[in-house]
């Protein structure tokens, strides 16, 4: 059974930074696409980073140059540094392995939904 516990969520202001975990099991974490993944009130849930197993990245428009997907293998586990947070970052934030396409964007997600991370950002 794929399951996913994500982590490190907060309450910020606008311009701080915040370091989300997700740890991984039931898959070959190391062959695994991984992505975030966000959903504000009201909202659908929408893409935000990626990383292949190769460790090759992709982002939404929207968290370029401000947001860092990474991943530690050894520990089964995806990390996404969040720096100069924005009131419209504020959200559930959850991962998930993916399919990737010939962009190395997510095309499929592979497991379950976890309980997610909140990350609340104040202006």
């Known amino acids: 059974q794929v399951q996913f516990v994500e982590s490190g969520g907060g309450s910020v202001q606008s311009g701080g930074s915040l370091r989300l975990s997700c740890a991984a099991s039931?898959?070959?974490?190391?062959?695994?696409?991984l992505a975030w993944y966000r959903q504000a009130p009201g909202k659908q849930r929408e893409f935000v980073a990626v990383?292949?197993?190769?460790?090759?990245?992709n982002y939404a428009d929207s968290v370029k140059g401000r947001f860092t997907i990474s991943r530690d293998n050894a520990r089964n586990t995806v990390y996404l540094q969040m720096n100069s947070l924005k009131p419209e970052d504020t959200a559930v934030y959850y991962c998930?392995?993916?399919?990737?396409?010939?962009?190395?964007?997510?095309?499929?997600?592979?497991?379950?939904w976890g309980q997610g991370t909140q990350v609340t950002v104040s202006s």
């Open positions: 990383i292949s197993y190769g460790g090759r990245t």
């Open positions: 998930n392995a993916v399919l990737l396409n010939v962009n190395y964007m997510p095309r499929q997600t592979l497991g379950s």
């Open positions: 039931g898959i070959i974490f190391g062959a695994s696409a």
